[in-house]
């Protein structure tokens, strides 16, 4: 039987000015970071043949 799952809890304080932080300082994947993943993405898709 699976388990409940809990709430996730609040951020407050502190926890919450260094989550905003966090946040804000997080960098944008490059052109060629985006394509890389694009090239995967695509090459993953190609070998999926689900068929519902």
């Not at 799952?5 to 260094?18: C, F, Q, S």
């Not at 300082?25 to 689900?50: D, V």
């Amino acid at each position: 039987m699976a388990r409940q799952i809990k709430p996730t809890p609040v951020l407050k304080g502190e926890d919450a000015v260094n989550f905003i932080y966090k946040i804000e300082q997080r960098k944008k994947a490059s052109k060629e970071e985006l394509e890389r993943m694009n090239e995967g993405f695509q090459r993953i898709n190609k070998m999926m043949t689900f068929k519902f």
